[in-house]
């Protein structure tokens, strides 16, 4: 009987391990995926989000820095999910060699992200950020709070902002927790 119970312990304990934030492939439904580009403030850059024939998804455009611009961003908002269990967030993505930043938000309506630069290679890479390592920034500022340290988030992005006018593409496959 104490096996049994060990086991299913086990079972259950090493399910919990990673949760999945978003998997995309080629049936995947990503019409809660948006882009929002420096448009909103008079810019001029453009992005785009597709699935591609491998079943990534592709976010890729032009980064424009007339008017004032200068980024583009993908955001994905959901119902929210805890993260007190885990230490990072994983992403598996394919970039340009471009630097990228990857966001959270814990409130959807807060007006700062939790932020955390990478570096893309032009190879597949698997990227985990330390959620603790994530700094509060508004506007490209960086803010005088503590890092991440919610219970939950209800909103991750992907932006690139890189004061210079330039084409970028950053194929995503997996995004989860662990």
Known sequence: MGKIFISIFIIIFMSDSSTTIFDFNSDANVSRWRVVDDVVMGGRS??????????????????????????SSLRYRFSAIKVSNFQHVV?????????????????????????????TNGAWQTIRIK????????????????????ESIQELA?????????????????????
């Open 46 to 71: 453009k992005g785009n989000l597709k699935i591609n024939e491998e079943g990534n998804g592709e976010f890729y455009g032009a980064v424009s820095i007339e008017n004032n611009g200068g980024f």
């Open 131 to 150: 959620l603790s390592d994530m700094y509060p920034a508004f506007r490209g500022r960086k803010l005088q709070m503590n890092n991440f340290s919610s």
């Open 91 to 119: 992403i598996r993505i394919k970039g340009d060699g471009n630097p990228y930043q990857f966001r959270l938000k814990d409130e959807l309506y807060a007006p700062h992200s939790f932020i955390s630069v990478f570096e």
């Open 158 to 178: 992907f932006l690139i902002g890189n004061k210079k006018a330039q084409n970028f593409k950053l194929e995503i496959d997996k995004i989860y927790l662990e």
